[in-house]
C-alpha cells in the first residue's frame, strides 16, 4: 500500500461530508409536516429536503472564492427530489439513508421528464441521528441514459435501480465541469419536440453507425479531412493512410478552453472473409491536435471501451507525440463500441455502432 506523504494525499481518502446545522433540521421538519398524513412521504421529503441543504452548503463551500456564482434552490419537487441551480447546470439531489446490495434509486419522473431532468443526479448519505451527510458520488445524465440503454435497467417502486459502480465517486469533479466544461455536454437532445418522445429512449441518436457511412449516409458533425479547413491535418492524415477507404473526422472539445480542440479520425472499410463469407468492418481510430498546434498535450488518452463499458486499448500521449492511434480492429455489423478522448478530470466518448 503507498504511504501517504502529505494532508492533502490523507484528505482524498476522506468522503465529502456535510455537518447538518439547526436550521437544516428545522427546515426539512417544517416541509415534511406538510405531508404528515402520510409518514413514509413525511420521511422522504424530510430526508429529500436535508440532502439538498447539505448540497446546497457543500457548494456554497466550494464556490466560496467566487462572489458572482450563485446556488438557488427548488423545492417544488421535493416529494421526488430536490434540485439545484448552479450557473447554467441543474443538480438534482438523491437522497438515501443507505446504500443495499450497491443499488441506487433514482425515480422515474426525473429521469423521463424532460423538465425535471438536471445535469448531474449527486447520491447523498442522509445520517440522521449523526446529523451528517455524506456526498457519494454523482452520475451525468447523459450517462445514465446510455446505462439504461445498454442494460435496460430495472424499475422497482416507481424508481430505476442502478449500480452504485456507475457513479462518480468524486464530488470534486462537479466543480471541474462548471469551470471547464458546457452543460450541453451532459444532456441528451429531444428530436421530437413536438411529441415529446422518451429521452431514455433517444440515446441511440447519438450513436454514429459505422456501416452507413459505406452507404454515404454520414452523421451530423462527422465531415471529410478536407473540409475541416486544416491542410496540415489533412496532410498528416493522408501520409499516414494511403488507402481509399472512407475516412471522417469530428472536432471534439474538452471544454478546457475555446482554443483547446482535437480532431478524432476514423477510417473504416468492408472486410469479407473468403471462406465463411461473413461480413465484418475494420475500424481505424486516431487523434490529432487542432487550431495549428503541432503536438498534442502530454498524457491525453485515446480509450477504445467495450459496450458494457470495459477498456479494450489505451493509448495516452507522451512529450512531443503528434497523434494518437489505436490498433486496428474489425468486428460484425451490429457491434457497439465507444471511442473516448481523457485529459485530466475531463471525458468525452463517441458512441459507435458497425
Known amino acids: 500500500m503507498p504511504k501517504l506523504n502529505s494532508t492533502q494525499d490523507f484528505r482524498l481518502l476522506l468522503p465529502e461530508t456535510v455537518c447538518l446545522e439547526a436550521e437544516h433540521l428545522a427546515l426539512a421538519s417544517s416541509t415534511s409536516a406538510l405531508d404528515k398524513n402520510n409518514a413514509d412521504i413525511s420521511w422522504q421529503v424530510y430526508l429529500n429536503t436535508l440532502a439538498l441543504l447539505a448540497l446546497e452548503a457543500w457548494l456554497d463551500n466550494k464556490f466560496a ?42 425515480p422515474q419522473e426525473i429521469i423521463e421528464q424532460p423538465q425535471l431532468t438536471p445535469h448531474f443526479y449527486v447520491l447523498l448519505e442522509v445520517l440522521e441521528e449523526e446529523e451528517e451527510v455524506i456526498i457519494r458520488g454523482f452520475l451525468p445524465y ?19 435501480q442502478i449500480p452504485f459502480s456507475y457513479f462518480d465517486t468524486e464530488p470534486n469533479h462537479i466543480v471541474t465541469y462548471y469551470r471547464y466544461a458546457q452543460p450541453s455536454e451532459f444532456t441528451v437532445a ?19 453507425k459505422l456501416s452507413q ?40 472539445n474538452l471544454g478546457l478552453d475555446l482554443n483547446t480542440k482535437f480532431a478524432l479520425l476514423v477510417c473504416i472499410s468492408p472486410d469479407i472473409s473468403e471462406d465463411t463469407q461473413e461480413e465484418k468492418i475494420n475500424v481505424l481510430a486516431q487523434l490529432y491536435p487542432f487550431n495549428g498546434e503541432k503536438f498534442l498535450p502530454p498524457n491525453i488518452k485515446l480509450i477504445l471501451l467495450s459496450k458494457a ?25 451490429g457491434t457497439k463500441f465507444s471511442i473516448q478522448v481523457s485529459f485530466g478530470d475531463i471525458n468525452v466518448s463517441e458512441n459507435f455502432e458497425l
Open 65 to 106: 472564492d467566487i462572489g458572482a456564482v450563485k446556488v438557488y434552490r427548488d423545492l417544488s419537487q421535493i416529494a421526488i427530489a430536490g434540485s439545484l441551480k448552479l450557473g447554467d447546470y441543474k443538480l438534482c439531489a438523491i437522497a438515501t439513508e443507505h446504500l443495499l446490495n450497491e443499488i441506487v434509486n433514482i
Open 142 to 160: 447523459k450517462q445514465l441514459i446510455e446505462i439504461q440503454n445498454e442494460l435496460q435497467l430495472p424499475v422497482h417502486n416507481g424508481a430505476y
Open 190 to 208: 429531444i428530436i421530437d419536440k413536438v411529441n415529446q418522445v422518451n429521452p431514455v429512449k433517444q440515446i441511440h441518436s447519438n450513436i454514429t
Open 213 to 252: 457511412w459505406l452507404q454515404g449516409i454520414i452523421d451530423e458533425g462527422w465531415k471529410t479531412i478536407d473540409a475541416l479547413a486544416n491542410p496540415e491535418l489533412a496532410l498528416a492524415f493522408s501520409t499516414r493512410n494511403t488507402n481509399q477507404d472512407t475516412k471522417k473526422a469530428k472536432i471534439i
Open 309 to 333: 463499458g470495459k477498456t479494450l486499448q489505451e493509448v495516452t500521449a507522451r512529450f512531443q507525440d503528434n497523434y494518437l492511434q489505436l490498433k486496428s480492429f474489425k468486428g460484425k455489423p
